[in-house]
Structures are given as C-alpha cells and as structure tokens.
C-alpha cells in the first residue's frame, strides 16, 4: 500500500535535491524513488535525493546519502552537504554551527555561517585532500589528454575551453569514455578575468545540472595544478558562483556558497 512521505526541496546554486529527514520517515526503496520522484514532468522535479539520516560512527553529527535521477548512489555532494547543513540548522534539529557529516566519501566538515536574523546564509565545506591520479576511477592509458583528473571523493575530469557550451554532447560522451571505469562528472571551464572561471557541468547520473559543488572544487584544483590560477577560485556555473580556497596549510579543498529551501510537500512511495 501506497503512503505518504514528508519531504524538503531544496538548492544550492540550483543542484536541486529532494531532501528527507529518515530520521523521522524511512525511504523504502531509494534508488527506484529517487527515479520517479526526480522526474521533471511526471515526478517532483530534480537532481536527485538526499536522504539525511543519524550517523553510525561517533566521528560524525550525522550522515547523508545520495541518489542521483537515474537511481545510482552517489559518493557525496558538495550542493547537497551545504543545504544539509541549513536544513539541520534552521530546522532546529541541531543547535551547532559546525556539522560533521559522514559522506560515503568520508566525513566532511560543514561550518555554518548565520545572517544577522539567525538563518543559515551561506555554508563552508571542508571537502577534504583532492586526488589527482587514481587509477581505481581513471585509466590514462586510454588516451585522454585534453583535460585535468580530479578526485575529490568522486571522479571529474575537467577540461578548458572557450567552448562549455558543449557540455551536452562531449559531457554525456565522456561520461561514458572507456578511460572512466565507473564513469565520471565532466567540467567544461573557460576563464574569466581575475581568478574567474566559467563553469558548465555534466554530472555523472543526472546530465547537465546547475552547479556541482565537487565539480568546482575539482575546477578550481585544475586551474591550480595547470598555472591558470592560484589557490583561490570564484567558479561561476548556471545556477550562481561558488568560491573555492586550495589551502596550502592542509592540502584541503573548502567550498563556500549559499543554500535554499524551495518548498515542503508529501509525495506517494
């Protein structure tokens, strides 16, 4: 028998999830939920769906986990992490302005940053040491050139280009590019002026998304790691901007961007 689940759509930069708090209401089924409920026509409408749960381990506050609009799980969001932490914050479910939060990519940080009203404005991410050769996710011997390896607990490959238009067809080809053995998100980056790049995303499991938390990560490693930039990056993608520090002191990667609630509903499962 059909029944009702309670569930909070939000965005960060317009990667727009479908959250629950399974805290409160169970989720049978994610994966084939995540499908229909994330269908634009037929569904909800988004990105995917987040499940925000208790944490296992005493390492972490509490956990998440993530599935994209095809149903595959994901290792973790960077968007998504950000709105968690709103979500945990301003729905009074913690009182902690810093989050721990277990991800299948390990824990990561999130320091909440509140408006003069006490609302969660905005949200850095410790998204933790960036990888640049893994041979588990990426095999160079296939022939890839043109673009920059980057892990940050889930594969991407970006590549420069005046051209991130392209995002649609050379984004769904490469996604499934025999180099990516368990396929991989694809940026497109030309630069701006300043420390600035613009940013087309294609995620793994969803196609063209607004913005990609670990994707701008990613870009902005890239950037680093080819002498395009420094250690500081504004990476503008088509839902807003996301600033991204490389930190010397630590090797980590932290994001900082804005997260919204877009409206409360219940939907059938």
């Known amino acids: 028998m059909a029944r009702k689940i309670k569930f909070t759509k939000m965005h960060g930069c317009g990667n727009d999830y479908i959250y629950v708090n399974t805290m409160e209401c169970a989720v049978p089924n994610p994966s084939e939920v995540a499908i229909a409920w994330s269908d634009r026509h037929k569904g909800i409408g988004s990105d995917g769906l987040v499940l925000i749960c208790k944490s296992p381990v005493v390492e972490a506050d509490f956990s998440m986990r993530i599935f994209n609009a095809d149903g595959s799980e994901a290792m973790m969001c960077g968007n998504a992490s950000r709105c968690i932490g709103k979500y945990l914050y301003d729905r009074n479910i913690t009182t902690q302005t810093q989050i721990r939060l277990l991800t299948l990519s390990g824990v990561k940080v999130l320091d909440l940053h509140l408006d003069t009203e006490g609302v969660v404005d905005s ?126 002191s630590d090797n980590h990667v932290y994001m900082t961007g804005p997260a919204e609630f877009v409206f409360d509903g219940e939907a059938l499962v």
């Not at 040491?129 to 673009?147: W, Y």
């Not at 940050?152 to 392209?166: K, L, S």
């Not at 196609?207 to 930039?229: K, L």
């Open 123 to 248: 949200v850095t991410v410790d998204m933790g040491r960036p990888v640049l050769e893994d041979d588990t996710l990426f095999l160079s011997s296939r022939g890839l050139t043109n673009g920059t390896f980057v892990s940050m607990g889930n594969p991407h490959y970006v590549v420069f280009t005046n051209n991130v238009d392209q995002v649609g067809d050379t984004g769904r080809a490469l996604e499934y590019h025999p180099a990516f053995p368990q396929r991989c998100n694809i940026e497109f980056a030309a630069p701006l002026s300043g420390a600035a790049f613009r940013v087309r995303v294609w995620e793994r499991g969803s196609g063209i998304t607004q913005a990609c938390g670990t994707g701008a990560c990613a870009t902005a490693v890239a950037a680093a790691v080819t002498g395009r930039a420094g250690r500081k990056s504004k990476i503008v993608m088509d839902g807003g901007t996301l600033d991204i520090e490389w930190r010397e």
